[in-house]
């Protein structure tokens, strides 16, 4: 059989694998957000996607909005459709608290922790990759920022680098959008955060909120926006006039190596594959060439 760890090319198979969720914006009583998006059904299509990639990720990453208004009942609906998907990948759950959270409910109903303002934040060793979660999320309010106590936390960590290095986890990304009205809810004072990450052993940073995919660098680290499991944002219109829809709906597959880190766009969708020339049987019969032979067979062109 043909595994993850099969290499076909120069570079050895991922070291770590991530799935990289986000903004879910569940509601309670199964509601349509904004009476329009079927937000459980587009979740429950989006975990069907993930179990159908047939690997087990060392982790599942949902950076924020698990929630649209943070209600108890929303975040039992949210456990009642991941959790079982997680436990059958054997996959840890990592779950960060967006601006759409309520951290006292999100603490005692996803969690199972005191119901207290605290911010939601942790760390998680995958087997030498360190995983951050920060919390960017200001009480009563859309816009993100991570306070100087957290900034301090994240110091400590970062002191002591990782066999494999660290990723960021948060929702707001301190990234630069083009759509006017997104600067509003940005990440605060990103230069003080950026003064924690620069020369640090961090790799990569994961956020949400966008609700369309995009990424960039901060402090010399790439970051990576991965868009929304509810609805998306239709850059295919002038900036001034970007507006939701319900398509687009996809989620990151992050691939850990030890020079570089991948960051694949995984679209959610119900047609049926048009192409079934690579499957499983191909694979394994180009694994049984040599790398040689497998060059003359699949890169040597006929005509």
């Not at 949210?78 to 059958?88: N, S, Y």
């Not at 922790?113 to 009563?140: K, M, N």
């Not at 956020?207 to 509810?230: D, E, M, N, Q």
Request: include cysteine; hydrophobic fraction near 45%; glycine fraction near 8%.
């Amino acid at each position: 059989m043909v595994g993850a760890s099969t290499q076909f090319g120069q570079h050895p198979p991922a070291r770590r694998v991530i799935v990289h969720l986000s903004d879910t914006h569940l509601l309670a009583g199964d509601r349509r957000l904004g009476g329009r998006y079927d937000v459980a059904a587009n979740l429950a299509r989006t975990m069907r996607a993930v179990e159908a990639l047939r690997i087990r990720p060392d982790a599942l990453v949902f950076t924020g909005d698990l929630t649209d208004l943070g209600e108890p009942e929303a975040y039992a609906a949210l456990r009642a459709e991941v959790e079982p998907v997680a436990e059958r990948l054997g996959a840890p759950l990592v779950w960060v608290a967006g601006n759409h959270d309520e951290r006292p409910a999100m603490r005692e109903h996803l969690l199972d922790a005191d119901a207290t303002q605290e911010p939601i934040t942790g760390v998680w060793d995958l087997d030498g990759l360190r995983l951050v979660a920060l919390d960017s999320t200001v009480t009563g309010w859309h816009h993100g920022e991570i306070d100087a106590a957290q900034r301090d936390w994240l110091a400590g960590i970062l002191a002591e680098p990782a066999p494999l290095g660290t990723l960021l986890a948060l929702h707001h990304p301190p990234l630069p959008t083009h759509i006017p009205f997104f600067d509003i809810l940005e990440l605060r004072d990103q230069r003080a955060l950026a003064e924690v990450v620069a020369g640090t052993d961090v790799r990569g940073i994961l956020a949400g909120h966008l609700h369309y995919s995009t990424s960039g660098t901060f402090a010399g680290v790439p970051v990576s926006v991965a868009a929304a499991t509810c609805y998306t944002m239709d850059l295919a219109r002038p900036a001034v006039e970007v507006n939701g829809m319900d398509a687009g709906q996809s989620f990151h597959l992050v691939h850990v190596y030890d020079d570089t880190i991948t960051h694949a766009v995984v679209p959610v969708v119900d047609d049926p594959q048009t192409g079934e020339y690579f499957t499983a049987e191909w694979t394994e019969r180009m694994a049984r060439l040599t790398p040689e032979e497998r060059l003359d067979a699949f890169s040597r062109k006929r005509s």
